[in-house]
């Protein structure tokens, strides 16, 4: 009896380090309702984002040595939790932790796979704020998208491209790496001289010291973690202000500088063309990055400052230009809803053309509509991509903004227009659905929609002409 009850006893000391274990994810079922979801709940990308809290704010400061592409990395996020938390994740990818406090206190943590989860020495009490530190080093490279582009900290020849749609944040700064949380940011970038680091919303200082320079940028409007960049390289820097009082910042690769000179001398005229269409401009700041990235392939909304990789036409600066509204303030909520950006985007260049002594929207629309029904651009339906392989593929550009073109056809431009700017007024800075776009729709216009969005988003071929 006796040495049994002693072997009970060794049992339950010998169990503590397995219950700390399980309170570290290690295993075993963690109290219900105080671990936070290790994703945000996107079928596109499960473990992008998390649950129990959301980021108000983000502090990065990173060195980065562009010789031995080693960085030095620390990120302080100042976060709400929505439930009580003894243990939570962020979204990392490579990269090496060194250290995690939250609330100054160091917590324990470990690595598993993308997700570094985190377990507080304290729990953490619904509905408080608390602060998360960690820091972090290695060197950092892209992860390769379901579509095959890379994505996130791409090196470059002269620095890094630094592009995280849909999921590269995460290979740069630990993060809440969904759409669905919208963050301030603070960046402290430290380059070698001579190097200019570029991210969002306005330059607050440039200092050089002992052959480094820091550049300190912040971004205030509430942004997707996919849309911060801290692109690195040689650049020329061109600083303006706009009649409406936009600061402009564009750094532009010396190789891309000729041909990047006249479109982005457009770059106030087309935010002032595009502001009479959609609204203000969300934003006090603007500019571009242009690159010289031939490995990258695409180009990114990156919020205040699209990033290019390489001189853009001024019919990609009206793309990416056009997402600040759509895209940018207004966020997805869940991946599938991609249209909301990449329709929105593509039509503007058709819109741009109309007003531009181009092609009309109906002449474009015409002619995307006359490609044969086993064409790719029919493949499958914009509102419904089914995938996280064809988010960027062509039907939800093209005939995303073939949707919005029939939508235009049905209420008419004045409604049309109005209903533009509503979805970017009523959303701005904050999410939208595809179920609330065509609601307002209807609302604005007063029309029944259902069949037309159905049809056009949602059927599996190529629909009948209207
Ligand atoms: N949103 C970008 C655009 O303006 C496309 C980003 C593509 N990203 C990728 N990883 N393939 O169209
Ligand atoms: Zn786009």
Do not use: C
């Amino acid at each position: 009896m006796r040495r049994s009850t002693t072997l009970r006893r060794r049992a339950v000391l010998a169990a503590v380090p397995v219950a700390a274990a399980a309170l570290l994810g290690a295993g075993g079922p963690a109290a219900p309702g105080t671990v936070g979801a290790p994703g945000a709940g996107d079928p596109y990308f499960p473990l992008s984002g998390n649950g129990g809290y959301h980021v108000r704010h983000y502090d990065l400061s990173l060195r980065y040595d562009t010789g031995s592409r080693h960085l030095d990395g620390t990120a302080v996020l100042s976060a709400d939790a929505t439930q009580p938390l003894t243990r939570f994740d962020l979204d990392l990818e490579g990269m090496s932790v060194t250290g995690v406090t939250v609330e100054r206190t160091p917590a324990a943590f470990r690595r598993e796979g993308q997700e570094l989860v985190v377990t507080p020495r304290h729990a953490v009490r619904a509905g408080h704020p608390f602060r998360i530190a960690v820091a972090y080093q290695g060197t950092p490279g892209p992860v390769t998208d379901p579509d095959g582009s890379p994505d996130g900290w791409i090196p470059t020849d002269d620095g890094a491209f630094v592009a995280g749609e849909p999921q590269g944040a995460m290979t740069w700064f630990p993060a809440d790496a969904h759409p669905k949380d919208k963050s301030s940011y603070d960046f402290t970038l430290t380059v070698p001289q001579g190097r200019t680091a570029v991210a969002n919303g306005v330059l607050l200082s440039q200092r050089t010291a002992h052959g480094w320079t820091t550049f300190r940028w912040r971004e205030s409007r509430p942004m997707a973690a996919y849309l911060a960049t801290a692109t690195i390289g040689t650049f020329q820097v061109q600083r303006s202000t706009t009649p409406d009082g936009i600061q402009v910042y564009n750094a532009v690769d010396p190789r891309e500088a000729r041909a990047a000179a006249p479109v982005l001398k457009q770059l106030p005229s087309v935010l002032a063309w595009e502001s009479k269409l959609f609204g203000p401009y969300p934003y006090r700041a603007a500019g571009a990055i242009v690159d010289h990235a031939p490995n990258v392939g695409y180009e990114l909304e990156t919020q205040t400052r699209p990033l290019y990789d390489s001189a853009p036409d001024l019919r990609t600066l009206v793309h990416e230009s056009a997402h600040q509204w759509f895209g940018d303030s207004v966020s997805l909520t869940a991946w599938k809803d991609i249209w909301l950006n990449e329709g929105f985007a593509t039509y503007a260049e058709w819109l741009y053309a109309e007003q531009h002594g181009g092609d009309s929207a109906q002449k474009t629309f015409d002619a995307l509509y006359a490609t044969p029904a086993d064409n790719a651009m029919w493949a499958y339906p914009p509102g419904d991509p089914g995938n996280d392989r064809n988010i960027f593929g062509t039907p939800v550009y093209t005939r995303g903004a073939m949707t919005l073109h029939e939508l235009r056809r049905a209420v008419g431009d004045r409604d049309f227009f109005r209903i533009l700017r509503a979805w970017a007024a009523d959303h701005r800075d904050g999410h939208g659905t595809t179920a609330q776009f065509t609601k307002l729709a209807e609302q604005v216009s007063g029309k029944r929609l259902d069949t037309l969005f159905h049809t056009w988003l949602f059927t599996k071929t190529k629909p009948n002409s209207a």
